[in-house]
């Protein structure tokens, strides 16, 4: 079961929750409407489904709101800032300001975010970035729980750690790619959870390291105390991209690694190395608007396969799900929904029940 709400009745609800939890008014729009933003591109994982955990965080005194990137480091093209904690929605775009703005005088940045809390959909960078028509590479990582295994091991070591590249298309939508690095977002496991559904084989390892096809093993707690891994996307390959992002986003961002035993504090930090290219300005811009164009029009020429209903580019979902969601209302899930009143009554806000 499920309630469906409007994209604006539900960001003024969430504002209303996260202006309880202690930010301003202006902080509290900008988180509810980056989160409303994640479920209408079709993430519920990464949408208001997130609210208790920064609810407890907070609560935890983990997440501090009302709380700004500070500057560790400006030097021409190198930027380094601490989000200090702060909400990612709203650090996170602080540190994309001054980075995209370094990028347009000086034709690119190296952008280095250490200790945000909750970054969200990383793509919502990437799409600050293109919409200025910058290149933008995002590594980041995720100090929350190990909740990933390595490629040959047998229990969690890293966190979800999501990588994401951006290219402006001269007149057309932009290529966002943005994916978490594990087989599938921890979140998608919650909402799986959360309904009910079993997942496809090859996704998860339970509390033993054996194959398992129910969510439940990574949300809650298994008999030994202990929760099972999600396995990363492609292999080797994919579990290669994982580190990397944790030694970039993590290690070189100043916001460390993962290296400790798990415990049960709800506070999520990522770290963010962020590079920024503008092409006008590396001497390739004309090859590269046409050239980008010429590839992507070669691509959508391949017959669809068996199977899809569309040959799709990255980023294309996204737009589609937004365009249907602002359409036809957001659903979500009877306990989600009463996850996030549950939240709010501790705040002292009042939410309509479930059903
Ligand atoms: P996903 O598996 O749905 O993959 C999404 C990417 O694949 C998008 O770029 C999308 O456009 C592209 N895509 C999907 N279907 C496609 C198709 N048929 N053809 C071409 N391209 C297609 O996403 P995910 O791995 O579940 O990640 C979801 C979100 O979670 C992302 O926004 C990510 O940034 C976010 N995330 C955040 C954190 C964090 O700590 N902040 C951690 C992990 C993930």
Redesign the pocket.
Known sequence: MSKTFTADALRRQMAAVLGAAGSSAEEARQVADNLVMANLSG?D??GVGMIPRYVESKLEGGLQPNTSAKVTLDAGSMLALDGQHGYGQVVGVQAMEMAMARAAQTGSCIMALAHAH??????HFAEMAVGRGLVAIHF?N?LSRPVVAPWGGADGRFG?N?C?IGVPLKGREPF?????TSR??QG?MRVAHNEGRQVPPGYLIDQHGRATTDPGVVVVPQSNGLLGALMPFGEHKGYGLAVACELLGGALSGGGTWHRAPDARRE?L?GMTTILIDPQRLGTAASFEQEALGFIDWLRQSPTAEGFDAL???????REARAQREREGIAIDDTTWDEIVSAAKKLGVALPAAG
Do not use: Q
């Not at 580019?313 to 996204?318: I, L, N, R, T, W």
């Open positions: 993430h994982s990464h909750h970054l969200g959909r990383i793509g980041v995720v979800t999501p994401c966002v790619l943005d994916f978490a599938v977002a998608k999520v990522n799709r580019v990255a980023g294309e979902p996204e």
